[in-house]
């Protein structure tokens, strides 16, 4: 049984692809009862990468885990008035769909709430409905493009370059989560239900100007929205004698620590504090690349241990299901199914009494 500190919690959930999805395998960790709806058809993503079964493809099988399965056909009078008998003991109803076809089929925030006035109802939208975009569609490629991803990869690359992530589906998914518990929050001290809106390029908009927002916030601007470090065309892993490190050798207490202990013959006036070194931080980064090559991997990371300055080698993620430290956390949970076990990158959280748990594979609902 599921005891998170969700438990108790049933999610009605009618989302597709990852965004939503991933949202609500989050709650589901944490212990909510989360009833997937599916069309007949299934969700796309069931058929997007490889699984031991047809239907249940990898990236499916991970960020529907823990839900109960049910298939309903909206477009039916039986299917929705199955869909409206969920909802009257929902605490939440989420769903991805464009709001003229949810509200087409029945279930806009009106016509949900007059069933179950204290529901949280969480729409996942690619483009908020206040903005002339709202009824366009809505990938993870178009919405990297859109706020600005490509474009700070063509500054590092000279090649405008979508992250090898779906970070916008998932930096999404994150912020629906947030959202929609933030308003069981609130309905928890209340007693009120409510509507939340989270949008994918909104999101994403936000999520970028958290740095690159930089001159451009100031009236009248003071430079470009970009955040000069990140779009340094030398800040990538340093190549060593052998192989590569990252190593963030950057503020004051870190950088003085490796003048100290290396002693690089460039090292100059001009790199006496970190406000002077981000004057011009792409040729600091292109020195230090060039002091990099003279020692092993395996030796700057002795070094820059016994200095505490930050620093990895670089990894595959077929190496994260063996890192020492990941299997030491306990992140990953193996878990018995129809299709033989299954390795889940679980719960990223710790909780000293209502920790969440990785409860097994998408399972038929009731």
């Keep these: 049984m599921a005891s998170g500190p969700l438990n108790g919690i049933r999610v009605v959930d009618l989302t597709a692809m990852v965004m939503g999805p991933y949202c609500t395998q989050i709650m589901a960790d944490m212990g909510a009862d989360v009833i997937k709806i599916e069309p007949p058809q299934g969700d796309n993503t069931r ?8 239907g249940m493809s990898g990236v499916f099988v991970n960020v529907n ?11 039916t009078d039986a299917g929705k008035a199955a869909m409206r008998t969920l909802i009257e003991g929902a605490d939440v109803f989420i769903h991805s769909m464009r709001s003229k076809a949810i509200a087409k089929l029945g279930f806009s925030y009106q016509d949900v709430a007059a069933i179950n006035p204290a529901i949280v109802y969480t729409n996942c939208y690619g483009y908020g409905r206040r903005g002339p975009k709202r009824d366009r569609p809505a990938y993870d490629d178009t919405i990297q493009a859109e706020c600005g991803i490509p474009f700070v990869q063509q500054q590092l690359t000279g090649e ?8 916008a589906d998932k930096v999404a998914g994150l912020t629906a989560v947030y959202a929609t518990t933030m308003a069981l929050f609130h309905r928890e001290r209340t007693g009120e239900g409510q509507e939340v809106e989270v949008a994918m390029f909104e999101t ?9 927002a930089n001159g451009a916030m100031f009236d009248p601007p003071l ?15 340093y190549r060593t004698s052998d192989g590569f490190i990252a190593a963030l050798i950057y503020n004051d207490k870190h950088w003085n620590a490796f003048v100290n202990a290396v002693k690089p013959a460039w090292v100059n006036e001009s790199h006496a504090t970190l406000e002077m070194r981000s004057r011009d931080i792409d040729s600091v980064y292109g020195l230090l690349a060039e ?8 030796e700057w990371l002795a070094l ?6 930050p620093a990895a080698p670089l990894n595959s993620p077929d190496a994260l299901f063996d890192d020492p430290h990941l299997s030491a956390a306990g ?18 959280t710790w909780f000293s009494r209502t920790p969440g748990a990785v409860t097994g594979p998408l399972r038929p609902g009731r």
């Design 223 to 237: 430079g470009p929205a970009v955040y000069p470090r990140t779009v340094a065309p030398n800040r990538r892993p």
């Design 304 to 309: 820059f241990d016994e200095l505490e300055i």
């Design 291 to 298: 002091t990099m090559k003279e020692r092993t991997t395996a």
């Design 65 to 75: 885990r823990g839900k109960r399965s049910v298939v309903i056909d909206l477009r």
């Design 331 to 348: 992140l990953f949970q193996t878990v018995d199914t129809p299709h033989g076990p299954v390795r889940f990158p679980g719960v990223p």
């Design 47 to 54: 058929y997007i990468s490889v699984g031991p079964a047809p």
């Design 160 to 167: 405008a370059d979508f992250v090898g992530t779906i970070i």
């Design 204 to 212: 994403m908009a936000a999520f970028m100007l958290v740095e690159h």
